[in-house]
Antibody
Framework: QVQLVESGGGVVQPGRSLRLSCAAS????????MNWVRQAPGKGLEWVAV????????YYADSVKGRFTISRDNSNNTLYLQMNSLRAEDTAVFYC??????????????WGRGTLVTVSS | QSALTQPASVSGSPGQSITISCTGT?????????VSWYQQHPGKAPKLLIY???DRPSGVSNRFSGSKSGNTASLTISGLQAEDEADYYC??????????FGGGTKLTVL
């Protein structure tokens, strides 16, 4: 069925790196832009990054710019988020979410269940 | 990149209608039709309710409707039901190709 499944979360020390993955199935992954959205414990949603369907454009929230990198492998239907220089305030559930179109529809019509990242010493 | 402004909480009785506001600026809500709304039940992933200000995805009840006036967007839920109790978030495209979310509104069905 149509779904997104995130993986790669866990406990990591401040300053270290982590890479999240999101496996897509049930739809033509290469036709859609993809996003990462996070939610700190007990807090609201925060958009993190978007990548166009063909990977040609990538945009980031100011809070992660220069530290996080979004990428995709259309041949393997997988989205990635490389997170470097992690901080305590990056602790959150990270959701993978599909853009309604190629990447510039700016609404998110399919979400994964999320993966928890905890940054702590 | 400031978050959009939503009321922290709203409440209503079954069968009533409620409206949740989402206030931004001319650089986001007021400047584009890229406003969307999401529903999130505790421990679950968000679900798209409204996109492009007032469009509903297939499968979403017509009890949910969206509108916009100036820098403020609104989500109206009519005929409140117990299962509508959840958190609701607005979002909008913002200048320089970023997406902003509101702080979220907790809906309580009395």
């Amino acid at each position: 069925q149509v779904q997104l499944v995130e993986s790669g979360g866990g406990v990591v020390q401040p300053g270290r790196s982590l890479r999240l993955s999101c496996a897509a199935s049930g739809f033509t992954f290469s036709n859609y832009g993809m996003n990462w959205v996070r939610q700190a414990p007990g807090k609201g949603l925060e958009w993190v990054a978007v990548i166009w369907s063909d990977g040609s454009n990538k945009y980031y929230a100011d809070s992660v710019k220069g530290r996080f990198t979004i990428s995709r492998d259309n041949s393997n239907n997988t989205l990635y988020l490389q997170m470097n220089s992690l901080r305590a305030e990056d602790t959150a559930v990270f959701y993978c979410a599909r853009d309604g179109h190629g990447g510039n529809s700016w609404y998110l019509d399919l979400w994964g269940r999320g993966t928890l990242v905890t940054v702590s010493s | 990149q400031s978050a959009l402004t939503q009321p922290a909480s709203v409440s209503g009785s079954p069968g009533q209608s409620i409206t949740i506001s989402c206030t931004g600026t001319r650089s986001d809500v007021g400047g584009y039709h890229y406003v969307s709304w999401y529903q999130q039940h505790p421990g679950k992933a968000p679900k798209l309710l409204i996109y492009y200000v007032s469009d509903r995805p297939s499968g979403v009840s017509n009890r949910f409707s969206g509108s916009k006036s100036g820098n403020t967007a609104s989500l109206t839920i009519s005929g409140l039901q117990a299962e509508d109790e959840a958190d609701y978030y607005c979002s909008s495209y913002s200048t320089i190709s970023t997406l902003l979310f509101g702080g979220g509104t907790k809906l309580t069905v009395l």
